[in-house]
């Protein structure tokens, strides 16, 4: 059984170092394959820029494995058929002869693909010698003897929709690397103004819903091993997954390109009975982050603000529930802020939101907790420090810390009644002194969640939007008051 070796160069470098593509071609080959799902040296020979000859070689070179010319009239079409279709087609494979010395001898477009190494070896039930072929001929050779292949899971799905028959059936073969069933879920929910999919396990399938204006809409059942297929693809882009530990949960975010603009992506799994479940929370992502009355403060509020942030220290408390527009808020408070004297210092779980250029962020877990935010503060010498989404609950007291003096601090929180928090602070050991005489501003958020078609409303387009954030600026009737011990108005 030959085995393959792992590849100590990347096939791209040695195209380019042998003149066959450029850097220029490699990176729009990049961009081209994140929309197709296709491998790199597909997409090259699909935009033109080289040949599959040159594409099989590199790989053949890359790789140290031989290259075969497959031909159908020198394949053994019995042979082929003992091995599933849907297999075969997946793995872009097909076997060529069987010898007594080698075994089942299997021409493979990618023999460092381990996982498709490792199904087609199961399948063979003996020996097996792999070598390269080009894949148009290996799916030349399979529509030859096999018949001509169904379209691509995208183009099936979508004719289907398009003919108005009902809704697709769950047996089409998506690609095991998941691009093509991410991709075709986070359109059509796009186009359906989705804000969330749900993919939920059951022993026969995964269920697949969106959510929509109406709620939850059940969307066509996949089958079981899609699961695995789409957090293999968030896995790629970055989203931790749960196959390893004993980790109940696990969240990321990533951002994708969709037609229309970019998008963050807001991803969670979690351990069920039936198998892990995932929700993709969507949401359109905005180059920079809009102007504070795009986002709801009124004229006289947005102007109390602007003079807030041009201080030298203070803390603006943005509170909250969650995907009701905090972290957008934050961005636009960071971006007024933004001084090139002042260094700026961001705490976030997501890092996809638009922050001005120049600030170091650094990742924060969930819940709980503030990942000692003042030390990195003090460490990084910022003037500027924003905590989105770090400080949940009471953790919110860790922004009374002596860490705030001389600086800036915004911090968003999941508080729904400001009064109450604020009686909070006011009740902690340095809570009084904190708020008697450091400047101190709270800005509360609409007590509802964006979901559906309001996920993807841009700042600029919504109307009558001015006065739905409410900011409480402490005066200097609340700090007497506080001095003694009293409750603020």
């Known amino acids: 059984m030959t085995s393959t070796t792992r590849p100590t160069r990347r096939m791209t470098s040695i195209l380019m170092d042998c003149g066959l593509v450029t850097s220029e071609q490699i990176a729009e080959a990049v961009s081209r394959q994140i929309e197709t799902g296709r491998m790199i040296g597909e997409t090259l020979v699909e935009l033109g820029f080289t040949t599959e000859e040159s594409i099989v070689w590199a790989l053949s070179k890359q790789l140290g494995i031989p290259f075969a010319d497959v031909q159908p009239q020198a394949i053994d079409g019995d042979l ?12 872009q ?10 075994g089942i001898t299997i021409a493979c477009a990618d023999p460092s693909d381990t996982e498709a190494v490792a199904s087609l070896q199961e399948a063979a039930e003996s020996a097996v010698a792999f070598v390269i072929g080009g894949p148009a001929s290996i799916r030349r050779a399979l529509d030859t003897i096999l018949g001509p292949s169904r379209p691509s899971p995208a183009e099936a799905r979508a004719a289907i929709l398009a003919s108005g028959e009902g809704t697709p059936a769950s047996d089409i073969v998506w690609d095991r690397g998941g691009q093509n069933f991410l991709l075709f879920h986070l359109h059509t929910a796009r186009e359906k103004k989705s804000s969330e999919i749900h993919f939920l396990p059951t022993i026969s399938s995964l269920t697949v819903a969106y959510r929509t204006d109406h709620g939850l809409e059940s969307q066509a059942n996949e089958l ?10 968030l896995h790629a882009l970055g989203v931790p997954d749960l196959d390893h530990g004993s980790a109940a949960t696990a969240r990321g975010s990533v951002t994708v390109d969709l037609e229309g603009g970019r998008v963050a992506l807001d991803v969670f799994h979690a351990r069920t009975i039936a198998g892990v479940a995932t929700v993709i929370r969507m949401s359109p992502l905005p180059h920079e982050a809009p102007e504070l009355s795009h986002l709801g403060l009124s004229p006289i509020g947005e102007a109390e603000i602007r003079e807030f942030v041009d201080g030298p220290e203070g803390i603006v408390l943005v509170s909250g529930p969650p995907r009701s527009g905090g972290s957008m808020v934050l961005a636009s408070l960071a971006a ?23 600030v170091v962020r ?3 877990p969930g819940g709980s907790g503030s990942e000692r935010w003042d030390t990195l503060a003090l460490g990084l010498g910022a003037d500027v420090v924003v905590l989105d989404d770090t400080l949940r609950g009471e953790a919110i007291a860790d922004v009374l810390s002596g860490a705030t003096v001389g600086r800036l601090v915004f911090a968003r929180t999941d508080w729904l009644d400001g009064k109450a928090l604020l009686s909070f602070l006011a009740s902690r050991p340095s809570g009084r002194a904190v708020l008697r005489d450091r400047p101190f501003a709270l800005i509360m958020l609409p007590n509802c969640r964006h979901e559906g078609a309001a996920a993807w409303a841009s700042p600029e387009s919504a109307e009558g939007r001015a006065g739905c954030l409410e900011v409480t600026l402490l005066t200097d009737d609340d700090r007497d008051a506080l001095a003694r011990g009293g409750k603020t108005r």
């Open 80 to 91: 082929v058929r003992l091995f599933p279709e849907s297999l075969l087609r997946r793995t």
């Open 362 to 364: 650094v990742a924060a």
């Open 93 to 102: 494979a097909v076997p060529l002869f069987r010898s007594a010395e080698d």
């Open 224 to 233: 079981p091993e899609t699961a695995l297929y789409l957090r293999t693809r």
């Open 336 to 358: 007024l802020a933004a001084r090139s004297e002042r260094r700026l210092l961001v705490l976030d779980q997501a890092g996809v939101t638009p922050y001005p250029p120049d």
